[in-house]
């Protein structure tokens, strides 16, 4: 019984240690850490040169035609800060800072979201560095 019992504990200790070394192996060396690039952060979006507007055309729905959605003044800003967690008239395109997305109406979260920036065109929201909420 004693014999039974040290061949047991060697056997165990002999499993014990071969285990240990098999995990040590499969860590990675605690003295090499992996080197990341640098972190560059994003530029800061500048202001695009206003570009002129387009002049409002038709825009024609199988045989019936109805007129484009008005475009901002000439000298209107691009984006708008939201007001009381809304975005005013002409500015239906609502952007968040942290997430770096944007919302067009009828899209499924634009009922829920709350704008940090307003945008009166997708395209703007774009050229600022937003990507458009996924359908």
């Known amino acids: 019984m004693l014999r039974r019992l040290f061949w047991l ?5 002999a499993g ?11 860590e990675a060396p605690s ?3 992996p080197e990341w690039p640098p972190f ?26 109805r ?9 209107a800003p691009r984006w708008v800060a939201a007001i009381e967690g809304r975005c005013p008239d002409g500015y239906p395109i609502k952007a968040n800072d942290s997430s770096r997305i944007f ?9 829920r979201t709350v704008p940090e920036r307003c945008y009166a ?3 703007d929201a774009e050229a600022d560095g ?3 909420a996924k359908a």
């Not at 504990?9 to 200790?13: N, P, R």
């Not at 002129?52 to 199988?62: D, F, H, L, V």
């Not at 007129?67 to 000298?75: E, T, V």
């Open 130 to 132: 937003y990507r458009r």
């Open 121 to 123: 065109d997708a395209a």
């Open 16 to 26: 014990f240690a071969g285990y240990s070394a098999w995990r040590r192996g499969a």
């Open 67 to 75: 007129p484009a959605a008005p475009l901002p003044p000439h000298d």
């Open 40 to 65: 560059e952060p994003r530029p800061a979006a500048e202001p695009a040169p206003a570009a002129e507007p387009a002049p409002a055309a038709s825009a024609a729905i199988g045989d019936v035609a």
């Open 103 to 111: 919302h067009v109406p009828g899209g499924r979260f634009y009922d």
């Open 31 to 33: 003295g090499l850490a």
């Open 9 to 13: 504990g060697l056997l165990g200790g």
